[in-house]
């Protein structure tokens, strides 16, 4: 068990490091372009321009979040 | 050698270097306040399954997946370490986090290495656990580097020059000043290799996305592989604009409403 523990908080140190947010913000603009992708309305140079539009927003918010006003 | 070549050696070189940094600053701090028997150890036994994990995933990542899912899972990889690195480029800039300081993180080791007991056995297990961590996780960084950059130039050995010349000369550095590395603009090379990671993740990532339609082909970035460059400057842009917009007032009754984060 205490191995599994480990093991698993060597992944996350890894992958997902000191900042949560920003692997959340990669995932989530990697939906949205599968979404847009599935729905099949752009063709693969809007699809590719949308998902690097999607992860520089994702990437803004998660900057916007934390560098927003902490309340006392 | 042709640019496409010195290019893939010198962008692995940096990114094993700023790495190597802060690898080389805790196994110092282990050697030099506790054991350099077990942080040596430690170093060597992390090498090592650093150099088992290499293969296998390299082997793994060449033959088992097809194309357009290699790319989704590096370059989703690549994308999160790149971004992260240049989030703190871009708070550090901005005067919003502390400046990546490796003198104060010896310290920190060394104090942490006081505070732990003293081992009975041979080998001082504290000594060699820290060591082994600091370097397995700062090389997997570098692994998952080398292997993507050599495998998307069709040229594994000339990634992996540029890792193995970063080692030896952090390396032959060390020795010769005996202490952290200080000198060394770290945030600077951290800013530059981020960019360099987020712009090529944003394109292998985008393009993986293929993996998911029905003929499983990936996405075709306009300018195919110039589009790397053109996203190279649109991060470079936007850090900038993020970094303008971001800075912190003088104030300091402002300040105190800011989130300023103080980290390793």
């Known amino acids: 068990m205490k191995f599994l523990k480990s093991f698993g908080q060597f992944w996350y140190d890894f992958i997902i490091g000191d900042d949560w947010k920003i692997a959340v913000a990669v995932v989530l603009a990697l939906v949205a372009l599968f979404a847009v992708m599935k729905a099949d309305v752009l063709g693969d140079t809007a699809l590719t321009l949308f998902g690097g539009v999607a992860v520089v927003v994702a990437f803004a918010i998660s900057l916007a979040i934390d560098v927003r006003p902490r309340r006392r | 050698m042709d640019a496409a070549t010195w290019g893939l050696i010198i962008a692995t070189f940096v990114a094993c270097f700023v790495e190597m940094v802060e690898a080389t600053t805790i196994v110092m701090a282990m050697g030099y306040t506790r054991s350099w028997k077990s942080a040596l150890v430690g170093t060597l036994a992390a090498l ?20 357009s899912a290699l ?29 990546h300081d490796e003198a104060a993180i010896y310290k920190e080791e060394v104090a942490a290495a006081k505070a732990a007991g003293q081992s009975t056995g041979s080998i001082d297990m504290f000594s060699f656990m820290v060591s082994f961590k600091g370097v397995f996780l700062e090389g997997m960084e570098v692994v998952f580097i080398v292997i993507t950059f050599g495998l998307n130039a069709d040229n594994i050995p000339g990634a992996s020059a540029g890792a193995l010349a970063a080692v030896v000369v952090v390396l032959i550095v060390a020795i010769v000043l005996r202490r952290p590395l200080s000198m060394i603009n770290e945030n600077l090379l951290k800013y530059g290799v981020g960019l360099l990671l987020a712009s090529f993740g944003t394109y292998w990532a985008v393009e993986g996305i293929g993996i998911f339609r029905g003929d499983r082909e990936s996405l075709d970035w306009p300018g195919h592989d110039l589009a790397i460059l053109g996203l190279l400057v649109a991060w470079l842009v936007l850090s900038r604009i993020f970094v303008a917009v971001l800075k912190t007032p003088a104030a300091p009754a402002v300040q105190e409403n800011v989130a300023v984060e103080v980290e390793k």
Do not use: D, H, M
């Open chain 2, 71 to 99: 790319q989704l899972a590096i370059g989703g990889l690549l994308l999160i370490f790149g971004l992260q690195w240049l989030r703190k480029a871009i708070l550090r800039s901005s005067g919003r986090k502390a400046v």
């Open chain 2, 48 to 67: 090592g399954a650093l150099a088992v994990v290499t293969v296998f995933a390299g082997y793994a990542l060449a033959n088992w997946l097809p194309e």
